[in-house]
C-alpha cells in the first residue's frame, strides 16, 4: 500500500500544483452555487422553496458537469505517460500495474471529493437559516460520490487505452453520458430486456440517492462498475507491458 500512497501523492501534487485545480473549483463553485441558489430562494416558479439540496442533487448541470469533470481530471493520468515516453519507465519500475492504476485513480478521487467538499456550505447556510432533513442530503453526496467514483474509473480506462489526451476525455464523456441515459431507452423494448436496461443504466441508481433513499443495491451498482472498469484498466496496462 505504501507504492499505492506514493503515486496517488504525486499525482495529488500535480493535481493542486496548478492553476488549472483551483480554475475548475472556481467554475463548479459558481455553477452549483446558482444551482443551490435557485432551488432555495423564492420565485415564480417556486413560490414556497424547500430547505433542502434536492435541486442541487437532482439538478442535469451538477450531472453534467461530473460527466465532463471525471475523464477531463483522469484523461492524462496514463495518456500523458504514453505520450511523453515515460511508461516505459514506469513499466519496468518495480512497482506492479494495479499500484500504479489504483494509485492514480485514488488521487483524481481525492480531488473530486475536494470539490464537493467545497459545497458544504450549502447544507451549513440551510442548517443556519432553517431547518432541514439531513437524510437527504447526506444521501445525496453519498450518490455524487458514487457516481463520480465509476465515472473516474470509466475514465481510468479510457486513459490507459490511448496516448492521446482529447481521445480519452471524448472517449470517456461518450461512455459515462451512454451509461448515465441508457435508462430513457427502456420503454423501446419490453420484459426482461426493459428490466435490464434499468439495472444497466446508472440514472435510476444515481436518482433515488438524490430523492433521499439509500439502497443498497445501488450501493452495490456503483462500487461494481468502478470495480469493473478499474479491472479493465489494469489488465490494458498489462497488456501494453506484454505487447
Do not use: C
Amino acid at each position: 500500500m505504501r507504492t499505492v500512497q506514493a503515486v496517488a501523492w504525486k499525482e495529488i501534487q500535480v493535481y493542486f500544483g496548478t492553476p488549472i485545480a483551483y480554475i475548475v473549483g472556481m467554475i463548479f463553485l459558481v455553477v452549483t452555487g446558482i444551482i443551490f441558489a435557485s432551488g432555495v430562494v423564492p420565485s415564480e416558479n417556486n413560490p414556497f422553496p424547500e430547505a433542502a439540496l434536492t435541486a442541487f442533487f437532482q439538478s442535469r448541470w451538477t450531472i453534467f458537469f461530473v460527466i465532463l469533470l471525471a475523464p477531463t481530471l483522469t484523461m492524462r493520468l496514463i495518456s500523458e505517460e504514453q505520450k511523453m515516453g515515460t511508461i516505459e519507465l514506469l513499466l519496468t519500475s518495480p512497482v506492479r500495474d494495479w499500484e500504479i492504476i489504483v494509485g492514480k485513480y485514488l488521487a483524481s478521487l481525492a480531488f473530486l471529493v475536494a470539490l464537493l467538499a467545497l459545497t458544504l456550505y450549502y447544507p451549513l447556510m440551510l442548517f443556519i437559516f432553517a431547518e432541514p432533513d439531513p437524510g437527504p442530503i447526506f444521501s445525496g453526496y453519498l450518490g455524487l460520490v458514487l457516481f463520480g467514483a465509476s465515472a473516474l474509473a470509466i475514465g481510468m480506462l479510457t486513459s490507459t487505452i490511448t496516448s492521446n489526451q482529447i481521445v480519452a476525455a471524448i472517449v470517456g464523456i461518450g461512455l459515462i453520458g451512454a451509461l448515465f441515459v441508457v435508462d430513457f431507452s427502456s420503454d423501446l423494448v419490453e420484459g426482461v430486456a426493459s428490466v435490464l436496461v434499468n439495472e444497466i443504466g446508472s440514472y435510476a441508481h444515481y436518482e433515488d440517492f438524490s430523492r433521499g433513499v439509500i439502497d443498497t443495491k445501488h450501493v452495490v451498482y456503483f462500487l461494481s462498475v468502478t470495480a469493473v472498469f478499474l479491472f479493465l484498466a489494469i489488465r490494458a496496462l498489462e497488456f501494453r507491458r506484454w505487447r
